[in-house]
């Protein structure tokens, strides 16, 4: 819980981080994770802060970056680029120099002209880069549109139709090594289903590229395991039966390494948004809470539509029902219409609950605000 202290003693909107839940969340993966030698990469982008960055790679995790600035950021933190996975349908030239000089694991590539432009590069500093490539399985996460990424008319991966090419184009480039196949077909998924229906197609596509006589070092199966947003009191995600389908559904191969890229299911839980009721504004037929915190702070429920339990941390009066908005100009900076809060008033202490993962990071100074402040339950911040 957050004591009144830490409300008294930082200036609102902030994120609070339960340090002991990350660590309690990190040790639980760990254990459930090396039963079966499966390695984890931390998918940086759902929470790039530094203090939680150096807590996760603490635990010997790799990570998964999707931007040059990621890949220093990480290695800052305490990863090793050796770990470092790198993705992205748009990776710049000096993105990929930049990766190449830091010797990072693998680039996970999306489509013929990246690969060919990797070699390229990788020819210009006489070095030989493994890559791996994204192929679109054309499974559907069943979780928003804006978060399905597998499926065939997205812009990531390559579709299995055009494996052939990728196949012949990579045989010609000298400077590169195929060493896996890499999968990552959306974010927030509740169905354990979907990831065995994500084995059963990895298993064939893997059976056909092993039939045209390659053989693969590694398989990425990415990350989105969902988190329950509608009850954050579940606060540590389902690790276990879900590295336990891949281990049930995935065919294994002697030498051949799983890799797993995690994010929100990591981080989402361990955060929280405080902010304050600045005004009740009443209208004919509504009451709004307007916050002190904004879709600068949190963009999920503008961006995504997502819902956040909400729970006003001052009061025990009834509950009654607000629209709980933002005070930034656009008329989509609401966190939720309808909720049922504690009856609330100015300076109210109001906690978004779950917002871990994907908040922070997408933080912005729109209209001029303020980056979000930040608060770690392990120090005393004044
Ligand atoms: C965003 C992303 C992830 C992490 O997804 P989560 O849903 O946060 O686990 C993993 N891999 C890739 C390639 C991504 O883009």
Request: one cysteine or more; charged letters at 20%.
């Amino acid at each position: 819980m957050i004591n009144s202290d830490i409300l008294i003693n930082n200036k609102t909107p902030f994120y609070y981080y339960d340090i002991d839940l990350l660590n309690r969340t990190l040790e639980y993966i760990q254990s459930e994770a090396n039963k079966y030698n499966f390695n984890i990469h931390y998918a940086i982008k759902a929470n790039s802060n530094t203090k939680i960055l150096k807590h996760i790679s603490s635990f010997g995790f790799g990570a998964d970056c999707v931007s040059a600035n990621e890949i220093e950021q990480s290695i800052q933190c305490g990863f090793n680029p050796n770990s470092i996975v790198y993705a992205g349908v748009g990776k710049a030239d000096w993105e990929i120099e930049l990766a190449i000089n830091n010797n990072i694991q693998c680039f996970n590539c999306e489509s013929i002209p990246e690969i060919e432009i990797i070699n390229e590069i990788a020819l210009k500093k006489n070095k030989k880069v493994d890559i791996a490539i994204r192929i679109n399985p054309n499974i559907d996460a069943k979780t928003h549109k804006y978060i399905t990424t597998g499926i065939e008319d997205s812009k990531f991966g390559i579709n299995f139709n055009e494996i052939d090419a990728v196949l012949e184009t990579i045989k010609k480039l000298k400077n590169l090594n195929l060493i896996g196949l890499h999968f990552h077909i959306g974010s927030q998924i509740s169905d354990m289903n979907i990831f065995k229906d994500l084995c059963i197609r990895i298993n064939e596509i893997h059976k056909i590229i092993n039939d045209k006589g390659i053989l693969l070092k590694s398989i990425n199966v990415g990350g989105g395991l969902g988190v329950d947003y509608d009850n954050p009191e579940n606060n540590i995600p389902d690790f276990k039966s879900y590295f336990s389908i891949f281990n049930q559904y995935l065919n294994k191969v002697k030498g051949q390494s799983i890799h797993f890229e995690l994010g929100r299911s990591i981080v989402a839980n361990c955060g929280t948004l405080i902010s304050k009721v600045l005004y009740i504004k009443e209208s004919a037929n509504k009451k709004f809470a307007i916050l002190d915190a904004g879709m600068n702070d949190l963009l999920r429920p503008a961006l995504y539509n997502a819902k956040h339990k909400i729970l006003n941390l001052s009061s025990k009066d009834k509950l009654e029902k607000y629209d709980i908005v933002g005070p930034v100009c656009e008329s989509s900076d609401s966190f939720g219409k309808d909720i049922m809060i504690n009856k609330a008033s100015r300076n109210n202490y109001i906690a978004i609950k779950s917002t871990g993962a994907y908040g922070e990071s997408m933080a912005s100074r729109y209209n001029l605000r303020n980056l979000t402040n930040v608060v770690f339950s392990d120090v005393n911040h004044i």
